[in-house]
C-alpha cells in the first residue's frame, strides 16, 4: 500500500488529467468526423451538445445525464475564485514577499510530483497569472451578464465537468513550475519585474484575442437582443461582422490564440504544452461541428467561411 502512495507521488497528475482529455477528444472526434453514422447513439448523444447536438432517438441513460447548457455559468463562478486565488498567492509571494503557504506547496507537489522544478522566472509567472485571471473574470461577466442561453440547450455531465478541470488544471499548471513555489526555494528579495520585448508581443498577442473573443461573443448575445438591449428570442440566426465574416467561430478561435499566447509565454513549463495542446484539438473540433451546423441549416451560408482558422479549416 505505501509503495503504491508513493508510485502515486511520482506521477505527475496534472500532465495526466490533460493527456486524458487530449486523447479522449481527439479519438472520439475523429470518431465523430469519419464514421459517426455507425456510432452507438450514447457516443453521438454524449459528445455533442448545444446547437450541433444529437438529433434523433435519444440514449435514456444519457439523458438522465444531461443537463441544462446554461450551467456553464456555474464553472466560470469557480474559474473566477479560482484564479484569484492563485493571483493572490502570486502578489503575496513576488510582490509582498511571503512565501507561499506550506499546504500550497504541498498541493503543487500532489499534483506536479515533488521532483519539480522551477522552469518560468516570477515575471513571466506573474505575467501568465494576470492574463488568465483577467481572462476568468471577463468569461464570468459574459456568461452572468452578456450572453443568452437557450432553455432547450442540453450537455452532458461530463462536458459540463470539464469546464472545471481546465480552469483548475490552468492554474496549477503555471504555479507548478514558477520560481518561489517550489519547496525549499526563496525567493531574492526585493522582487524586480523585468519585461522584455518577447513577453512584451505575447502579451499585446492575448490582449487583441482577449478583446475580438469579446466582441465576437457580444455578436453572438445581440443576435437574441433588440436594440435597447432586451431578449426577444432564443433562435439561432447567421451571425455577422467582425471575424465572423471569415470564421464560423471566431471566439474558438481567439481562445486558441490566448493559450497559445500563454504558452509562449511559459513555454519552458514543461506542463503549458499540454494545456495549449487541449485547447487547440477542444475548441477545433468544437468549431468543425458548430460550422458544419450551420452549413446544414442555413441554405444562404457564406460559402467562404471557415470554421475556425480563416482560409485554411
Not at 105 to 118: E, H, P, S, Y
Not at 175 to 196: D, H, K, M, V, W
Request: contains cysteine.
Amino acid at each position: 500500500m505505501i509503495d503504491s502512495l508513493l508510485d502515486l507521488r511520482s506521477v505527475n497528475l496534472i500532465n495526466f488529467l490533460f493527456a486524458q482529455l487530449i486523447v479522449i477528444i481527439v479519438l472520439l472526434g475523429g470518431l465523430i468526423a469519419t464514421i459517426e453514422k455507425y456510432l452507438p447513439t450514447l457516443i453521438s448523444q454524449t459528445f455533442r451538445y448545444g446547437k450541433h447536438a444529437h438529433k434523433g432517438p435519444q440514449d435514456r441513460f444519457v439523458s438522465l445525464l444531461e443537463v441544462p447548457k446554461s450551467w456553464f455559468k456555474h464553472f466560470y463562478v469557480f474559474a473566477a475564485l479560482w484564479s484569484a486565488a492563485g493571483f493572490y498567492f502570486m502578489v503575496n509571494n513576488y510582490l509582498a514577499g511571503q512565501p507561499a503557504p506550506s499546504y500550497v506547496i504541498d498541493f503543487l507537489d500532489v499534483m506536479g510530483t515533488t521532483k519539480r522544478t522551477a522552469r518560468t522566472t516570477p515575471t513571466e509567472t506573474m505575467v501568465a497569472m494576470f492574463l488568465i485571471t483577467l481572462q476568468c473574470w471577463r468569461r464570468f461577466y459574459e456568461t452572468w451578464c452578456v450572453q443568452v442561453f437557450s432553455s432547450k440547450l442540453k450537455i452532458h455531465l461530463s462536458a459540463y465537468l470539464v469546464g472545471y478541470i481546465h480552469y483548475f488544471g490552468t492554474v496549477v499548471v503555471i504555479l507548478s513550475q514558477a520560481e518561489g513555489f517550489i519547496r525549499s526555494e526563496a525567493l531574492p528579495l526585493p522582487y524586480r519585474f523585468e519585461l522584455t520585448p518577447r513577453l512584451a508581443l505575447w502579451i499585446g498577442v492575448f490582449i487583441y484575442a482577449w478583446r475580438y473573443q469579446f466582441q465576437s461573443n457580444l455578436i453572438l448575445a445581440n443576435l437574441r437582443k433588440d436594440r435597447t438591449g432586451k431578449v426577444t428570442n432564443q433562435k439561432h440566426s447567421i451571425p455577422r461582422g467582425g471575424y465572423f465574416e471569415l470564421v464560423s467561430s471566431p471566439h474558438m478561435l481567439f481562445e486558441i490564440v490566448m493559450y497559445a499566447a500563454l504558452y509562449a509565454i511559459i513555454a519552458r513549463n514543461t506542463s503549458a504544452v499540454y494545456v495549449f495542446a487541449w485547447v487547440l484539438s477542444n475548441q477545433t473540433m468544437n468549431a468543425w461541428l458548430t460550422h458544419q451546423w450551420y452549413r446544414e441549416n442555413f441554405a444562404d451560408y457564406p460559402p467562404e467561411r471557415r470554421a475556425v482558422f480563416p482560409y485554411v479549416v
